[in-house]
């Protein structure tokens, strides 16, 4: 992740204005929120031993004995009686999320924090980290010993770099004795054990507890693509229907044809930046072969330097003409705030990206209303359809090996990231939290907050999403690849003397890293790719 990105993130946080997305979190509540009704039942439903009460719904939230969250507190209410207990957990967070875990929601109920405390009796002491600086922060507390916190919050795919430093704690012991279950086929994670290792584990252990839902999916204007006047001249022009596309052919086609630069229609900002450019490329690159185009093979030699690298450079450089002029500079901020102004036919964004500018309570937005969600373009191989996505960013929670306490910190977030909880937490809009999980998709308050239409799309998304690299070594390979992007872009290399120079700069890493370690990372990693794959459309 650049310095560009951190300064993106923290800004659009800070200054709340550059972007239309700039209407403060919390202040988005009470447009999708209608404000819980005086609920006479505060206490909890018949058969629940603790969770939310205070609003409609709240016995959703709630749960028994025989939950991942009632084992939880069972566990560390035993904890306590043995007198094993901390008075403290000190979790570091990103300050850009702090606020669902602090702030009351909906009306009259608790916040996360307070029930926490109230149901175990010890103090959750939140930490606020600058949004980009996870990582930064985390390392400099292993590698002085400083002991700052018993949890940290960093990118998830900064797991295996953690993991090898011996600063996190593997949580496999923990995790057997009390069964989060998160691969439940009704409430866990997309892709049930797939998603999990995805998320949550390195070299088949866990390491980490997801806490974040950062998947990359496409948006598009419903007023343009519904235009009568539109479908017809673009049928003429093409011969097939204005519609949604699940190629990139198609969607290149229809990017050209909405890009009026002197109308202040740009066709397409799917990013092109260093730091955030690069997810667009895997997705080209991804979804090159049936049921993916791997980044390595499983002896560890890079598979970018190929025609499937070169074609998926060279697409990656044509797109730009239908992109703003600046697009290389664009950031999430002004991605966000062009298309709030309705300024670009399709883009691929966070999954917040409806919450905040489909949104009456946003006066600036220009496209309430106007915006539909789509599955990501793919490509048609052997009679079926590859359409592949991206994780990128996501926050996951991990022990220090220096907590006094890491059971009790394991306790705390297998009820925080279970799906009750974690429910309710990501339908708060005061945070970037992001749904994920299969109960958040169901969840009335989360489709209320992020709206129906986006929740199935998004879900679907997941389901094929390839992970970032994400072993030792991740932010070098990202660097390496980000760099020579830009310098295709840019015109200073070709294609092909891109994917050669990374695939060059890859083999260095490798080699740095320990060739047999990470051929046992990138065989593992294969196990949380995706294998969904679609019919043709007629």
């Given amino acids: 992740m650049s310095n560009l990105f951190r300064m993106s993130r923290r800004d659009l946080l800070a200054t709340g204005g550059r972007a239309l997305a700039l209407t403060a979190a919390a202040g988005i509540a009470p447009q999708f929120i209608r404000p819980g009704r005086a609920y006479a039942a505060d206490a909890l439903a018949p058969g629940m031993i603790g969770g939310p009460t205070g609003f409609d719904g709240a016995e959703r939230y709630q749960y028994g004995p025989d939950t991942p969250e009632g084992r939880a507190i069972e566990a560390i209410k035993a904890m306590k009686g043995a007198g094993k207990a901390p008075t403290k957990i000190v979790l570091g967070l990103s300050d850009g999320s702090i606020g669902q875990l602090t702030k009351p929601f909906p009306a009259g109920a608790p916040s996360i924090k307070e029930l926490w405390e109230k149901e175990t009796g010890i103090t959750l002491d939140i930490v606020g980290v600058p949004n980009g600086q996870e990582f930064t922060k985390t390392m400099q507390d292993i590698s002085t010993k400083g002991g700052s916190f018993d949890i940290y919050a960093v990118e998830w795919n900064r797991l295996g770099d ?69 479908k017809k001249a673009f049928a003429d022009k093409h011969g097939y229907p204005l519609v949604p596309p699940t190629t990139f052919k198609q969607l290149d086609e229809i990017a050209a044809f909405f890009h009026r630069p002197d109308k202040g229609l740009f066709g397409c900002t799917d990013l092109r930046n260093q730091g955030w450019g690069y997810t667009n490329w895997y997705q080209r690159f991804t979804s090159m072969a049936s049921p993916n185009q791997y980044l390595f093979g499983d002896d560890g030699k890079a598979l970018i330097n190929s025609d499937a690298g070169h074609k998926a450079t060279q697409e990656y450089i044509d797109a730009l003409s239908y992109h703003s002029p600046d697009a290389i500079s664009w950031g999430w901020p002004e991605q966000y705030g062009n298309f709030a102004g309705g300024g670009a036919a399709m883009t691929c964004a966070f999954s917040n990206l409806p919450k905040f500018l489909d949104n009456k309570s946003n006066e600036g937005s220009k496209i309430t209303g106007k915006v539909g969600s789509m599955l990501p373009p793919g490509r048609e191989i052997d009679g079926q359809l590859v359409r592949r996505s991206v994780l990128w960013l996501n926050l996951s929670a991990s022990i220090s090996s220096q907590s006094k306490n890491p059971e ?33 998709f169901a969840d009335p308050l989360v489709r209320e907050t992020y709206h129906a239409y986006h929740m199935d799309v998004v879900r679907e998304t997941v389901s094929r999403t390839v992970p970032s690299i994400n072993y030792p070594g991740a932010t070098a390979f990202h660097n390496a690849l980000d760099e020579n992007l830009v310098a295709a872009l840019t015109k200073t290399k070709t294609a092909e003397q891109a994917m050669a120079d990374t695939e060059k700069q890859w083999t260095r890493i490798a080699r740095r890293i320990g060739e047999d370690k990470l051929i046992e990372a990138i065989k593992t990693n294969k196990q949380a790719w995706p294998t969904v794959v679609d019919p043709l459309q007629g």
């Fill in 162 to 230: 953690l993991a090898e430093t011996g600063g996190i704690i593997k949580m496999d012991d923990y995790v057997a004795a009390h069964k989060p279950e998160w691969d439940d086929p009704q409430r866990g994670y997309v892709n049930g054990k797939k998603g999990v290792s995805l998320l949550n584990q390195y070299r088949g252990s866990t390491y980490g507890v997801s806490l974040d839902g950062d998947f990359q999916v496409w948006n598009y204007r419903t007023d343009l693509f519904n235009d009568e006047a539109e």
């Fill in 408 to 440: 009790a910190c394991y306790l705390l977030l297998q009820w925080l990231g279970s799906s009750r909880i974690y429910s309710w937490m990501t339908a708060n809009p005061s945070g970037y939290f992001d749904p994920f999980q299969l109960a958040n």
